[in-house]
């Protein structure tokens, strides 16, 4: 006879009573995410899927996100490269799992740097998802910062 797996009182407990929270309606989660975004820096790391191993430490600057209509956000961001701070906006469909933001980007053209899909949640101060270019793809994770730290 086999062991029987034993689930802990205390797991059952805390998920009972999780299920009593007040329901969260869509204007709040979504004023939520926009203080979440707004003044933000991702600061992760990412893979290629033709490559082993991680990027090197990556950042993208939110400065600021706003709802424009229906699951279209307007991100407010910044690219840094050498001497180059260069304020990009970008329209963003913004999903939602239950009370999870996904970002989704389905071959979204940005101009300078390329064509992108991506599929990235954000969960507490962190996130993580999928991106693919041209010729390239992987995934992408890390945590949400204030002031660039």
């Known amino acids: 006879m086999g062991s029987r797996w034993k689930f ?31 003044g933000v820096t991702l600061v992760g790391s990412s893979t290629r899927l033709s490559k082993p191993g991680l990027s090197g430490e990556e950042r993208y600057i939110i400065d600021k996100v706003s709802k424009v209509s229906g ?55 962190q996130y993580a998802g999928t991106w693919s270019g041209k010729n390239e793809g992987g995934q992408l994770f890390g945590k949400l910062t204030r002031d660039g730290q």
Request: hydrophobic share 40%.
């Open 71 to 125: 699951d279209v956000w307007l991100f407010q961001t910044r690219l840094r490269f050498g001497s180059h701070d260069l304020p990009v906006p970008i329209p963003i469909s913004v999903k939602w799992a239950g009370d999870t933001p996904v970002i989704t980007l389905t071959d979204l053209s940005i101009p300078g740097l390329g064509t992108y899909t991506a599929r990235v949640l954000i969960y507490g101060n």
């Open 8 to 38: 802990p009182a205390s797991i059952l407990l805390l998920a009972v009573a999780g299920c009593s929270k007040k329901d969260v309606g869509p204007a709040d989660l979504e004023k939520k995410f926009q203080e979440t975004m707004t």
